[in-house]
């Protein structure tokens, strides 16, 4: 069984900062991409920033330099950092991955359990 637990939310003021940790565990042979998405009340879940088994980030627009996503694949795990905040990064954060259970089982997505954010004017 796999899970993925984040950690780091909280409430922070605007031009904060916050750092979003995420833990896989469970019998995993291969980690492929890894990303963070958000959802804030009322709006549709969107990715917010995705990186590559090799290290290849890639970003929203509206987060582009001021979030930093990187992973330890040793730790399996990923993070978030996120500064200069903003209210309307407000949102819950999920933590996200392609994971293969086996050599021979294909991949598939995981899901955390979210970790709200809340960013105050």
């Known amino acids: 069984q796999v899970q993925l637990v984040e950690s780091g939310g909280g409430l922070v003021q605007a031009g904060g900062s916050l750092r979003l940790s995420c833990a896989a565990s469970?019998?995993?042979?291969?980690?492929?991409?890894m990303g963070w998405y958000r959802q804030a009340p009322g709006k549709q879940r969107e990715l917010v920033a995705a990186i590559t088994s090799g290290g290849s980030p890639n970003y929203v627009d509206s987060v582009k330099g001021r979030f930093t996503i990187s992973r330890d694949n040793a730790k399996k795990m990923v993070y978030l950092q996120m500064s200069s905040l903003k209210p309307e990064d407000t949102a819950v954060y999920y933590c996200?991955?392609?994971?293969?259970?086996?050599?021979?089982?294909?991949?598939?997505?995981?899901w955390g359990q979210g970790t709200q954010v809340t960013v105050s004017s």
């Open positions: 469970g019998s995993i042979f291969r980690i492929n991409a």
């Open positions: 996200n991955a392609d994971i293969a259970l086996s050599a021979m089982s294909v991949s598939r997505f995981y």
